[in-house]
């Protein structure tokens, strides 16, 4: 075990010097006539024609993420084994949810800031989960079942879905009575990142289930667009509850559906396939489950 602040930055740096001449010098950064391929979590070699320019590129990115990856989760041990120094620093790429980011965390993240000053986070938001190694993703926040199993997911918390309306969209085509005429309704729909169409409507109260069918003229693949447009009374919208609470205390916008609120829509965190995420991800994912619970 390490002791001391001395011998910790020592390692670190050791660690951090062997990082970069590994890399330099990887098979990957010089593959010719073999790949370098996983098998039950254990490196082998693939006999192969040449590869392009690119595809070398490519695999290198992918093996050089996870041999970096393994070697973070050397540096943290090295750094909480000392108690000297916190191991939540350096840079963490997020992969965040279109809805979450402006309407959960914004204003929210100076905590995370103040609390490990040595943390500095890149928020990019991808139209679908793609494969978050070869992108030097370090983590996802998303809402949706898992699609990928080569990912660790881990369910955040259920979403309640709602359906709103602006009071002048009701003062023009009327108050809905029941989810099954909503056919007859202007619905601004969103789209399913992972099937690339319109999410399907559903409504649940205690064991009832409706599955609505809608239309509309628009179709949205920004949250904040299709909220907009709903408050300006375009058309009824189904959203995350999370981000209406004040247009719903305000009576910007109307719950339609009080009593068939038991959809739930679950948040994952998603991180790629190894046993120990990184200090920072850890911290991260803690972070927004602390946020969740306030909401």
Same mark, same amino acid.
């Given at each position: 075990m390490l002791s001391g602040d001395c011998d910790t930055r020592e390692s670190v740096i050791t660690i951090r010097k062997l990082t970069a001449r590994c890399c330099e010098n990887h098979p990957a950064n010089q593959l010719g006539s073999s790949a370098i391929i996983y098998f039950n979590g254990k490196p082998q070699l693939e006999p192969r024609n040449q590869p392009s320019s690119g595809e070398k590129n490519d695999q290198f990115r992918v093996v050089r993420h996870q041999f970096v990856a393994h070697l973070q989760a050397i540096e943290d041990a090295a750094i909480i084994a000392s108690g000297a120094v916190s191991a939540v620093r350096g840079?963490?790429?997020?992969?965040?949810?279109?809805?979450?980011?402006?309407?959960?965390?914004?204003?929210?993240?100076?905590?995370?800031?103040?609390?490990?000053?040595?943390?500095?986070?890149?928020? %990019?938001?991808?139209?679908?989960?793609?494969?978050?190694?070869?992108?030097?993703?370090?983590?996802?926040?998303r809402f949706g079942r898992p699609r990928l199993s080569t990912l660790v997911a881990r369910k955040?918390?259920?979403?309640? %879905? @709602?359906?709103?309306?602006?009071?002048?969209?009701?003062?023009?085509?009327?108050?809905?009575?029941?989810?099954?005429?909503l056919d007859h309704h202007r619905c601004l +729909?969103?789209?399913?990142?992972?099937?690339?169409?319109?999410?399907?409507?559903?409504?649940?109260?205690?064991?009832?289930? %409706?599955?609505?069918?809608?239309?509309?003229?628009?179709?949205?693949?920004?949250?904040?667009?299709?909220?907009?447009?709903?408050?300006?009374?375009?058309?009824?919208? +189904?959203?995350?509850?999370?981000?209406?609470?004040?247009? @719903?205390?305000?009576?910007?916008?109307?719950?339609?559906?009080?009593?068939w609120h038991g959809e739930r829509f679950p948040l994952f965190a998603f991180h790629p396939s190894r046993k120990h995420p990184p200090a920072k991800v850890r911290a991260f994912v803690d972070f927004c489950v602390t946020v969740i619970k306030q909401l």
């Open positions: 840079r963490l790429k997020v992969d965040i949810d279109p809805f979450f980011l402006p309407m959960v965390l914004a204003g929210r993240l100076g905590a995370l800031c103040e609390s490990y000053p040595d943390l500095s986070i890149e928020f %990019v938001s991808s139209e679908r989960l793609g494969d978050l190694v070869s992108e030097g993703i370090d983590l996802a926040i955040l918390t259920e979403a309640p %879905v @709602l359906t709103v309306a602006a009071p002048s969209y009701i003062e023009r085509h009327g108050r809905p009575k029941h989810p099954s005429v +729909q969103f789209v399913d990142p992972y099937s690339g169409r319109p999410y399907e409507w559903q409504f649940v109260r205690g064991k009832e289930t %409706v599955d609505a069918p809608t239309s509309g003229p628009l179709i949205f693949t920004d949250p904040k667009s299709m909220m907009d447009e709903c408050v300006a009374g375009t058309g009824v919208a +189904q959203i995350i509850g999370w981000g209406a609470r004040e247009s @719903l205390e305000s009576r910007i916008l109307i719950d339609l559906f009080p009593d």
